[in-house]
Nanobody
Framework: QLQASGGGLVQAGGSLRLSCGVSGRTLSRYVMAWFRQAPGMEREFVAGISWSGGSTYYTDSVKGRFTISRDNAKNTVYLRMNSLKPEDTGVYYC???????????????????WGQGTLVTVSS
């Protein structure tokens, strides 16, 4: 089970750190990712990380502003979001792909486990 937290209301230019805790099993050997879904939009890939944390991947719109990381000893994945923009608003979901260890897929259908989502609202 994945549990996402850390969302909230922040002004444009502000920062948030999302956390995704894993319980019930270890996911330290698999790719983890963050997706987001804005109102009326499809869920989209935001960032992904290899099992070791040595490789990270981002969608173009968040490169240089967001940082994904993981602490396998704590079974937790993080998403640090800086310089937030109103267009970053949405529900953020963490996800695990049991079929990959290094390069994350960007399609929601590739992921096996999902957290419940945490809402991020960026005001202008």
């Amino acid at each position: 089970q994945l549990q996402a937290s850390g969302g909230g209301l922040v002004q444009a230019g502000g920062s948030l750190r999302l956390s995704c805790g894993v319980s019930g099993r270890t996911l330290s050997r698999y790719v983890m990712a963050w997706f987001r879904q804005a109102p009326g939009m499809e869920r989209e890939f935001v960032a992904g990380i290899s099992w070791s944390g040595g490789s990270t991947y981002y969608t173009d719109s968040v490169k240089g502003r967001f940082t994904i990381s993981r602490d396998n000893a704590k079974n937790t994945v993080y998403l640090r979001m800086n310089s937030l923009k109103p267009e970053d608003t949405g529900v953020y979901y963490c996800a695990a792909d049991l079929g990959r260890t290094v390069i994350p897929g960007r399609d929601v259908d590739e992921y096996d486990y999902w957290g419940q989502g945490t809402l991020v609202t960026v005001s202008s």
